[in-house]
């Protein structure tokens, strides 16, 4: 099973597609884990995304197609995969079917998470993570027991840049301008379903993974 999750910044995509990786027994594969990496290991792949990233904006398709080529052909991925973060645009999303194509396979299902854009606004605006760990907190829905704690290690939460009000603003008029237009080049496609995102985590999950089933 090869599933392509969509959705905007704060539609929850990362938590769901760890939770429906694990359920079908294929592999989660984030755009924004593996631009990380590449971060913290300060490779030119990196500190290259870092500036973009900063800013709200998307990483130019340059940068991340060749990654994501070399990522979903390791012998791990070889069972399936949930893509989390890509493609964000339709030229990336032409990149990957052909990539795809040479190896003889396709996407099964791509499934759009919709949220709407105060809600978005809400969750990103309260959104922590702690540098240890990277579990992720809300100031309203999933505080932390001790504030600016992590529960799990003791680990010191931060707000990223990208989740800044200002940085959320641009995120989504990013998403909306860039990203959005996704939804129209899938739709058509017989694997493609739209979910609501705007329920409790559990809720979400089960639409998915009905969805997917």
Known sequence: MRVILLGPPGAGKGTQAKTMSESLGIVHISSGDLLRDNQERNTELGNTARSYMQQGLLV?????????????????????????????????????????????????????????????????????????????????????????????CDGELYQREDDASEAVSRRIRVFAEQTAPLIDYYSGASGFVDVDGEGTIDEVRESLLRAVS
């Open 60 to 152: 130019p398709d340059d940068l991340i197609i060749g990654m994501i080529e070399e990522r979903i052909g390791r012998a791990d991925a070889s069972g399936g995969y949930v893509l989390d973060g890509f493609p964000r645009t339709v030229e990336q999303a032409q990149a990957l079917a052909a990539a795809l194509e040479r190896r003889g396979e396709s996407i099964d299902r791509v499934v759009n998470i919709r949220v709407s854009e105060e809600e978005l606004v809400a969750r990103l605006g309260g959104r922590w993570i702690c540098r240890a760990c990277q579990r992720p907190y809300h100031e309203l829905n999933s505080p932390p027991e001790n504030e600016g704690e992590c529960d799990d």
